[in-house]
């Protein structure tokens, strides 16, 4: 069950990585069901900030054949060990973005970077020194540099 807040902060939150993975993968379907002709499908670019993020990089290792690049702001960064990295490369990953405005977010990142390399994945980091929490101002600058990079010779996408 998903936790659906009303009122000018709402927000929604998943209690765990399969509840954002069922409603992902079933938005997905009607999408690619509803526009077949018009897609190139299994080139798509999940992005997600903070729990976004965090889940959707437990979940994606198993979506690489869709998701074969990700964009993850303010989230995500320690959730890829060389298993994973692994997984996610074996399974047709390419690229992992992380966006950052905190410090430890860019510290995770950097980590996971390396991580990522040694499963022969690009990825790369982008921080906003100070800019904090959020997916706005700074963050947003290094959002829109990294989708470029993450997007750079992706079949169906142009920059």
Known sequence: MINRQIGPDAGFYYPDHFALEK????????????YAEHILAGN????????GATMGA?????????FKRILLVEGGFDEW??????????SGGERVAFVCGLAVCNKGAER?????????????SKHAPG??????????ERVQEAFVWLVDGYPGWQN
């Open 131 to 140: 800019a904090g929490h959020t997916y706005q101002g700074a963050v947003a």
């Open 58 to 66: 437990l979940m994606l290792p198993a979506h690489a054949d869709r």
């Open 44 to 51: 798509y670019v999940y992005a997600g900030y903070s729990q």
């Open 23 to 34: 409603e992902v993968l079933a938005t997905l379907a009607s999408f690619e069901a509803a």
């Open 112 to 124: 996971s970077k390396h991580i990522l390399g040694q499963a022969h994945l690009l990825a790369l």
């Open 81 to 90: 060990p060389l298993a994973s990295a692994r997984r996610f490369a074996e």
